[in-house]
């Protein structure tokens, strides 16, 4: 079977179980993933034979993703922000709409609104996309928290692997304490018990602790971060759509100050900021 073919029979295959809305995207990364062919070479070599050894890897490969795992899983990497992060089951997957995130920070501190001189610290940091991000962007001392140590393991690999070294970790539920932040960015869990029950499979087989941010409104969590940072420099959150004017609104109540939405790719509320002054 020819590449092309493969790719084809595939995102059929994809298309037909309903697993995937970029079923040929995840085609080419599976056969990339197995083969080392870049996509550059699939498409130039589109009629080249599958390499024989690698028929075996292929199908499990194609088997996991029509079983409904995450296809970020499977080749263990997502970028993000264009570079490539180690992705496993013990972190959230990075979405293209937390970028939002870090770019509302970096254009913060262009601006002169806030400060990268006090530390920076990303809250629930997960695979460290964000942290480690701005520590590249910025060069600057940033530091991971996460209530799950597995998640830490994870952002540990990705900080050696893109910034060749280890930024301080933290083990803490929320903001450790003794220090000061002058940055607290996070994308913390804020789904609602209701979004959790009707979420597609793919994100079902992500963490839970990542996810659900209790309370009726998901907003349990969100309303002890934004507390406990009222004493800190200024305070970064993405939450839903649905929750933002809400979360703007604690903000409010605990002082903040230039308290601002931005808006993500879909052109949705996605991240609400504040400063203390």
């Known amino acids: 079977m020819t590449l092309n073919a493969w790719i084809a029979e595939t995102k059929n295959l994809f298309i037909e179980q309903g697993v995937s809305d970029t079923p040929g995207l995840?085609?080419?990364?599976?056969l990339?993933?197995?083969?080392?062919y870049d996509q550059g070479r699939?498409?130039?070599?589109?009629?080249?034979?599958?390499?024989?050894?690698?028929?075996?890897?292929?199908?499990?490969?194609?088997s996991q993703r029509l079983a409904g795992r995450p296809i970020a899983y499977i080749i263990g990497s997502k970028e993000f922000y264009g570079r490539s992060f180690y992705v496993d089951e013990r972190v959230l997957i990075p979405r293209p709409d937390t970028e939002i995130l870090v770019e509302t920070?970096?254009?913060?501190?262009?601006?002169?609104?806030?400060?990268?001189?006090?530390?920076?610290?990303?809250v629930g940091t997960g695979s460290g996309a964000v942290g480690i991000t701005l520590a590249a962007e910025l060069d600057c001392m940033?530091?991971?928290s996460d209530i799950s140590c597995d998640a830490l393991d994870v952002a540990r690999i990705n900080s050696r692997r893109i910034l060749g070294r280890e930024l301080e970790t933290i083990a803490s539920d929320l903001l450790p304490l003794g220090r000061k932040y002058g940055i607290i960015v996070s994308n913390p869990p804020y789904l609602t018990d209701e979004w959790v029950a009707a979420v597609d499979q793919n994100v079902r087989s992500e963490p839970d602790l990542a996810l659900r941010g209790f309370g009726e409104d998901g907003l349990d969590i969100i309303r002890a971060l934004v507390a406990e940072s009222s004493n800190h420099g200024s305070l970064?959150?993405?939450?839903?759509?649905?929750?933002?004017?809400?979360v703007a609104g604690l903000f409010?109540?605990?002082?903040?100050?230039?308290?601002?939405?931005?808006?993500?790719?879909?052109?949705?509320?996605?991240?609400?900021w504040g400063v203390r002054t």
């Open 105 to 122: 920070v970096l254009k913060a501190i262009e601006d002169g609104v806030v400060s990268s001189e006090d530390p920076i610290i990303d």
């Open 142 to 144: 940033v530091l991971l």
């Open 32 to 36: 990339g993933h197995a083969t080392g």
């Open 252 to 272: 409010e109540e605990h002082g903040f100050t230039n308290i601002s939405i931005q808006r993500d790719l879909q052109g949705l509320e996605r991240v609400v």
């Open 26 to 30: 995840d085609a080419r990364l599976l």
């Open 236 to 246: 970064f959150i993405e939450c839903d759509y649905r929750q933002t004017k809400q």
């Open 42 to 62: 699939q498409i130039v070599n589109a009629g080249e034979e599958l390499p024989v050894h690698r028929l075996d890897l292929l199908e499990n490969l194609r």
